[in-house]
């Protein structure tokens, strides 16, 4: 007997999603998306990549993913993402047109495969101009949301990539940006004010980012993020050659991997912190939460401009104080002298001054933790973001050709 699925069908559009379970891709997507099947039947569509399954259910979730080169050659997405892998790897940007026809195909298959209510698209570009572009060739009037998440519209830059975000923006029913700079940026650019949500991305508060059993007590800083230039990792090590003169016993792990990991080395070794910074590689998103709960202090010294700092809303989700450089993005998580502590960007001598002082002062250390989980509790717990994302879709599902009885 076959069952009938009463639920709207949804079709999820991402470069970056879990290749298989346990993977250290960045997982924001999946949990989105295992978070809304109550209510939608979701399909998602990501590249394909080594080790990967074309076609599978993962926890209600049907996945498929399109191959775009010869096998060996599929590396443009995931381990650091497309803008990232085509720096470390300039040969790569050969297979970017085969990547974009491999999507816009795809695309165009599943919407011939059945109808949806909605499409979100995760990133711009490429997957909202691909999106765009298929609805636009099918004359489809499916509404589809596009989310902007920052490297799409801080790392492409130039007049065509201007006007190619410019064009999804029009063409998207429904815009969701993950923080409020981001949404003034799509706004910039032409997007509808009444069409743009500010809705970042989720962590589970409730039972995975949770305080420590047992309080705190030493000197233990914390990074956690990519090992590219723009996390700012060396302006960290920089300031710790400062900050071990007043706190000999201070120890500074960083979680993460990528293409400047050998040159950070070499870097805390010139300064003669190699006893001083423990390098343990990436993690899992489920092997995090140990590492936020033992620190004293995490350290976010990015350099560049973010799209939103998730790691942020997951330190302050165990009660770890933090300190971040001032950036549009950050201030949105963290309130100076109540959430957390801001200073100016690329300067070592800055978060030295800051976290020194931090260190010393225990009783503020617990309070800006306290008082920072509070504040991400009632806003980026993913219950709240997800039921944010499902209104949203079926607010664009009703404005449908077919309204809410499709």
């Given at each position: 007997m076959n069952v009938i699925n009463h639920k709207p069908a949804l079709l999820v559009v991402a470069s970056t999603f879990p290749r298989w379970e346990g993977d250290r891709e960045p997982p924001f997507v999946f949990e989105l998306c295992?978070?809304?099947?109550?209510a939608w039947d979701v399909h998602v569509l990501a590249p394909l990549a080594a080790g990967a399954r074309r076609e599978e259910n993962m926890e209600g979730i049907?996945?498929?993913?399109f191959p775009y080169f010869l096998k060996p050659w599929q590396r443009l997405a995931y381990d650091g993402g497309i803008l990232p892998n085509l720096k470390r790897r300039p040969w790569l940007a050969g297979t970017v047109p085969f990547?974009?026809?491999?999507?816009?195909?795809a695309i165009l298959g599943k919407l011939q495969s059945r109808r949806f209510a909605v499409v979100h698209a995760h990133?711009?570009?490429?997957q909202g101009l691909m999106t765009a572009l298929a609805l636009l060739l099918t004359g489809d009037r499916?509404?589809?949301l596009s989310t902007t998440h920052g490297g799409d519209m801080y790392g492409l830059q130039g007049w065509l990539f201007d006007a190619l975000r410019r064009f999804v923006l029009h063409r998207s029913a429904g815009i969701t940006a993950v923080s409020r700079a981001m949404g003034a940026s799509a706004v910039a650019l032409g997007a509808r004010p009444e069409a743009l949500k500010i809705i970042p991305m989720g962590v589970d508060l409730q039972s995975v980012f949770i305080p420590p059993a047992v309080p705190r007590g030493g000197n233990r800083l914390l990074f956690v993020g990519r090992l590219v230039e723009k996390k700012g990792l060396s302006y960290l090590i920089k300031a710790m050659h400062r900050i071990v003169q007043r706190h000999p016993d201070v120890q500074l792990t960083v979680v993460g991997s990528g293409p400047e990991e050998n040159r950070l080395k070499h870097e805390a070794a010139t300064l003669g912190l190699s006893g001083r910074i423990v390098f343990s590689g990436s993690v899992t998103n489920a092997e995090l939460p140990p590492f936020y709960q033992e620190a004293d202090i995490c350290v976010f010294p990015s350099g560049d401009r973010e799209g939103f700092g998730l790691v942020l809303v997951e330190a302050l989700g165990c009660s770890c104080p933090v300190v971040a450089t001032d950036l549009p993005a950050v201030r949105d998580v963290v309130i100076p002298g109540r959430t957390g502590l801001l200073v100016p960007e690329k300067s070592p001598e800055s978060l030295a001054e800051c976290i020194s002082g931090l260190l010393e002062n225990p009783e503020r250390r617990e309070s800006l933790g306290r008082?920072?989980?509070?504040?991400?509790l009632v806003r980026y717990d993913w219950a709240i973001i997800a039921a944010a994302y499902s209104r949203f879709l079926e607010e664009l599902m009703c404005r449908g050709t077919d309204g809410c009885n499709s």
């Open positions: 295992r978070r809304l099947v109550d049907t996945v498929t993913r990547f974009l026809a491999g999507e816009l195909a990133w711009l570009i490429p499916i509404p589809f008082e920072g989980r509070q504040f991400v």
